[in-house]
Nanobody, 126 residues
Framework: QVQLVESGGGLVQAGGSLRLSCAASGRTFSRHVMGWSRQAPGKEREFVAAINWSGDYTQYAESVKGRFTISRDNAKNTVYLQMNSLKPEDTAVYYC???????????????????WGQGTQVTVSS
């Protein structure tokens, strides 16, 4: 298991940008599928984006495609979420997540069954 700590959340106007970072501890970071989910008030947590161990494969929720970009730096044990053209509906607590399952397994299940970070608040004002 890896331990995850998010940073980079905050308040931004609609149309603005933010970059979230997730620092991971643990020697097996580079073997984990990493990603982000979010939870808005009164709603269930939802998948946002994921990236495989090498960074060659990514997946996004339809609601963020073309606006968000996930990336990772295995040398720094860090995964990023660049969020552009933010909308008020993007307001949520964003959680970093990890799984040691294969990319194929995660692609089929969208199930984060490993570690979670504590979350970082993103608020987009209209």
């Amino acid at each position: 298991q890896v331990q995850l700590v998010e940073s980079g959340g905050g308040l931004v106007q609609a149309g603005g940008s933010l970059r979230l970072s997730c620092a991971a501890s643990g020697r097996t970071f580079s073997r984990h599928v990493m990603g982000w989910s979010r939870q808005a008030p009164g709603k269930e947590r939802e998948f946002v984006a994921a990236i495989n161990w090498s960074g060659d494969y990514t997946q996004y929720a339809e609601s963020v495609k073309g606006r968000f970009t996930i990336s990772r730096d295995n040398a720094k044990n860090t995964v990023y979420l660049q969020m552009n053209s933010l909308k008020p509906e993007d307001t949520a607590v964003y959680y970093c997540a990890a799984t040691a399952r294969s990319w194929m397994y995660f692609s089929l299940t969208k199930r984060w069954d490993g570690s979670w970070g504590q979350g970082t608040q993103v608020t987009v004002s209209s």
